[in-house]
């Protein structure tokens, strides 16, 4: 890897590798490029503080804990150098009007399952957890109604003292693969197949669906504005650092595309 530097000063080859832990990436390479950029944008606006005489006493956070000084060095630089104005009611209607779909309620499901466990490791046990929720299913088909006391008799999970039964879940509060056998059956439905989860295999049903509503501006204006002013500072954080990078002497890597990733 060639040396990190900004403006002659070098940024050691283990202090990116310890920042690399914290910057998720396909491969090593891609780590190891994501940490020196972002230690190089934290040391570039370090420089900047410095270079402006900023203090750097430390403040504490609104929860309590206390920043570093190089922390309270950055946040200070950033407000004093970036200016962000107040999303209006016109661009916050704007953005909802062009993404209603975001401003809706999710849709609730009432489910009931039977669990048969088994490890994905263990072939042999998936297998048999396998067969025999095609056998509790073949069952249904024909006796519906016995579905809790199957589910009583032969669920692992804590919903089998209810006969199965979930209540209302969300998408997002079961696994995927559940989720995605569950959205795709009507209401009172059997899943025809076992539904196979890292838990084990699955006898589901749905019991009811109640679709998600659209929420009116009223009630997420606060989180339209909210998510534009971060969108904002972003951009402008991006502008700024870019101002920053043409000016400075940046050896060994290259800030496009992170500009807006900073290591506090």
Same mark, same amino acid.
């Given at each position: ?28 390479? @891609?780590?190891?490029?994501? +940490?020196?950029?972002?230690? $190089?944008?934290?040391?570039? !606006?370090? /420089?900047? &503080? %410095?270079? =402006? ?97 199957? @589910?009583?008799?032969?669920? +692992?999970?804590?919903?089998? $003292?209810?006969?199965?039964? !979930?209540? /209302?879940? &969300? %998408?997002? =509060? ?91």
């Amino acid at each position: 890897m060639n040396p990190v530097s900004v403006n002659d000063v070098v940024i050691a080859e283990r202090v990116i590798a310890a920042e690399m832990q914290n910057q998720p990436a396909a491969s090593p390479e @891609a780590a190891w490029t994501e +940490a020196a950029r972002a230690l $190089a944008i934290r040391e570039l !606006l370090l /420089q900047e &503080a %410095r270079r =402006q005489g900023m203090n750097p006493s430390r403040q504490p956070e609104t929860d309590g804990s206390r920043l570093t000084e190089e922390e309270t060095l950055i946040d200070r630089l950033l407000d004093a150098e970036i200016t962000m104005p107040d999303a209006d009611e016109d661009a916050c209607r704007r953005y909802y009007g062009n993404n209603r779909q975001r401003f809706r309620s999710p849709d609730l499901f009432e489910a009931a399952h039977i669990l048969l466990p088994a490890s994905p490791d263990d072939r042999m046990a998936y297998d048999a957890a396998v067969q025999q929720a095609e056998g509790l299913i073949a069952t249904l088909q024909v006796r519906p109604g016995d579905f809790t006391v199957l @589910a009583q008799r032969h669920s +692992a999970c804590p919903s089998a $003292a209810q006969g199965g039964r !979930l209540g /209302q879940v &969300a %998408r997002g =509060q079961t696994v995927p693969e559940f989720e995605t056998f569950l959205c795709g059956l009507d209401a009172g439905q059997l899943c025809p197949v076992p539904v196979k989860t890292r838990y084990g295999a699955h006898v589901l049903r749905l019991d009811h669906r109640i679709e998600g509503r659209e929420l009116p501006f009223e009630l997420v204006w606060e989180r339209v504005a909210s998510y534009l002013r971060e969108t904002c500072w972003r951009q402008a954080v991006a502008q700024y650092i870019d101002l920053l990078a043409g000016q400075a002497d940046m050896q060994g890597i290259d800030l496009g595309g992170s500009r807006g990733r900073l290591v506090q």
